[in-house]
């Protein structure tokens, strides 16, 4: 008999009892004695004395490893809680709970970090050579010399305090104003009301006349609110250059690029390699605006399908051919998925009351991970599944890195899980049943790589030139539209008939204060990764062992020399990145053949 998995998870493995749980209000409790440990070492480590031991120091990174450790766990058990039921009150107070941990431990952090650069420069050196401390000499170096562009501790935390109101307080506002926004959409000869969320899906429409109504009535609705969103960018922009001004930091790609442990030299190739490519995906528009009996596309006809065939798989019989499929790259990483549908590590039930979206969180304490997301058998659906199972392999294969070498950058991040997407994106494409099947799924692909080499670049382009202007003073709406309708025609090279300027107001990443440039760094991994692909399709055998290298290497080391080491190549040069978007013009040279 053909087995079947249960699409639904087990968290009472980790904690029993849900939001009610005993065994997880212990272990908050644990975290809490562990912090103040940590509070109290801290304070008892005095390297501006003059003398510092070796041993004491190692207490206190050791302290800093389990303690983080423990709040990870903790709180990827409260995003479990609070994904899988919107409507538990217990998992919501959980999450204050939890910020309030973080800002405690950061506030401890903060402090320990700038007693490290009061340590001497030759005192460090001989330091990082000690046993306990010389695997994590990366990432203490990392602590010390970002500390070192700081400025004193005291200006710092009230930098901190005030941002909680001065400048997170405007990406809050942000989230309310949009949240209040409905869109009247007309359906079904009946008008409705909808979120702009939900109006945003029917874009994918296959009937023209409503994508362009839906473009329009989003546009008037963006536009309506636009000399507030005009206040919420302008302002959080401001508060981030006014930090950086006090602290001396000329560049605004200076923060993201820290972050992300990369040059601007890697980053600069990066969008020059893109840039020569463009021509290819200005090819494919052109095909789809045939295609779909136009003269141009807009930004509307982007994602409209061009067939209608609907395959739509079990879950279980997802699970299957992405276990398959991994194991034609890695039966390391086949047999870690099998282990997750078996152990159901999966919360993927199609049912109402579910947090929308999908995600992989860790438990780092117990050495396991969870995966959420909606399943309703979708082609799309199998990619994210594989998606979300790529990351769950990169924290599988780290278990027993030290866990201050665990925590890798958003650009690194998503190596494992496009990785994983990319296997059985392309099996996807081979096993298609019929021509129309494959053109659909190969357009699901090249419709990626437009997203990342396009629209992603036109995001940063506009970041760019914003944050320049900026500086000079407010920026005004119009002149925000006008920035932004130009970034986004040098994206797409002028390929489209009808931009979107109200975009700076609609994508909510301009507006998210916690991280800046949240853009690159997609394009970044997308790329990389597909390098890494490129490389396996080569190196068959001898692949396996190789990446896990690689991954478990994310959280130790730059991603120049993460690449340099693993897969002997050098970031800061674009024959690297002109190798890997060569696979994606292969689709595009597909696409165009099969759609003759
Ligand atoms: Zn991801």
Redesign the pocket.
Known sequence: MQQTYNPTWDLDVIFPGGSDSEAFRTYLKDIQKDKETFSAEVEAFTPEDGNVEAEQLTGVVNELESVMKKLREASAFISCLSAQDVTDEKASLLVGKRSELRAELDAIMSKFVQKLVAIEDTTWVTLLQHDGLAELSFVLNEYREQAKELLSVEQEVLINDLGVDGYHGWSQMYDTIVGKMTVEVEEDNKVKSLSVGQASNKLGHPDRKVRKAVFDKLGEAWKEQSALFGQTLNHLAGFRLQTYKHRNWKSVLKEPLAINRMKQETLDAMWTAISNNKKHFVKYLEKKADLLGLEKMSMYDIGAPLTNTVKKSSYTEASKFIVDHFGKFSPKMADFAQMAFDKRWIEAEDRAGKRPGGFCTSFPDSEQTRIFMTFSGTSSNIATLA?ELG?AYHQHVMNDVNGLNQRYAMNV??TA?TFAEMIVADASVKNAQNKEEKIGLLEDKIQRSVAFFMNIHARFIFENRFYEERKEGLVSVNRLNEIMVEAQKEAYQDALDEYDPNFWSSKLHFHITGVPFYNFPYTFGYLFSLGIYAAAKEQGENFEDAYIELLRDTGRMNVEDLAMKHMNVDLTKPDFWEDAIQLCVKDVEEFIEFTQ
């Open positions: 998606h990351h991040a998503e899980s």
